[in-house]
């Protein structure tokens, strides 16, 4: 079994992954140790592990088997029909009965809040200082796999592209986004967020000016599906304490509102309205 408190999961098979581990292995000091995991070197900083596999990302399931680590943060591609440059983090699983992008039916991994906004945040600064001006930078609502059990999940992702995936001044901002989410471990206050469109802006903007973590984003067009259970699991699946539910109030239809404040209010969430 492999430990440390955080592995960096990159796959071969994903181009904008192993753009990522090249800057990781060419600007930080990892250095290659004695251990191998699925068949690959392991590298390290501390209690930071980089880790390869042969496998799709989203449907790595299977690394709690290998891996016994606090926090996963995997090195990612993005796909989007849009093909617009972007920078992404996110939290995973699937709030319905459908899955097409890896993961288990109405389940969610564990979100890291203080780790997906070190990398956010990150991302902000690297989007300025590396000149990235025409590149989105922002949250995505929890989506696709995979599904681990008892390690927090945290997704970094250049997208939408090859063009993108491959880009190396990309590929350093998401990889110093992925350092500072490794290197955070001060759990704070955090909350859980409701509404508007996949690419959260309004949550977005709301979290990094409060400096609020938030951990699971339920969009709007999952809102059909969410029941008490999955609110309790949106809550006791993120890491910290979760005290605050962000509401994209005109992010969502009026019955959702009416349906989600009385389950918020009995689980003693305080509500912000954005």
């Not at 592995?7 to 930080?28: G, K």
């Not at 709301?206 to 699991?233: F, N, S, T």
């Amino acid at each position: 079994m492999i430990t440390g408190r955080v592995a960096i999961i990159t796959s071969t098979l994903d181009p904008a992954s192993m753009n990522i581990r090249e800057v990781l292995l060419s600007n930080y000091p990892f250095e290659k140790s004695d251990e191998k995991a699925f068949g690959e070197s392991v590298w390290k900083i501390k209690d930071v592990k980089l880790i390869t596999i042969d496998q799709e990302l989203i449907e790595a399931d299977f690394l709690e088997k290998e891996l016994d680590f606090d926090v996963f943060i995997f090195a990612s591609r993005h796909k989007s029909s849009a093909k617009l440059p972007s920078l992404l983090v996110h939290a995973t699983g699937n709030f319905t009965e459908e899955v097409k992008m890896g993961g288990k039916p109405r389940k969610l991994s564990i979100s890291s809040p203080i780790s997906m906004l070190a990398a956010l945040k990150q991302l902000v600064r690297n989007k300025e200082v590396l000149n990235l001006d025409n590149w989105e930078v922002s949250y995505e609502a929890t989506h696709h796999g995979p599904y681990l059990r008892k390690t927090a999940v945290v997704f970094v992702e250049i997208g939408s592209r090859y063009e993108e995936w491959k880009n190396r001044i990309a590929g350093v901002a998401a990889a110093s986004a992925i350092m500072a989410a490794a290197m955070e471990n001060k759990e704070k206050d955090a909350c859980i967020a409701f509404g508007g469109p996949h690419y959260a802006p309004k949550i977005t903007r709301e979290v990094l000016k409060r400096d609020l973590p938030v951990g699971h984003i339920a969009p709007k067009y999952v809102l059909d599906y969410i029941d008490v259970g999955m609110v309790r699991q949106m809550v006791e699946r993120t890491r910290g304490i979760v005290k605050y539910a962000l509401l994209d109030w005109k992010g969502m239809k009026r019955k959702h509102r009416d349906y989600l404040l009385p389950i918020l209010e009995k689980l003693e969430l305080k509500i912000i309205k954005i």
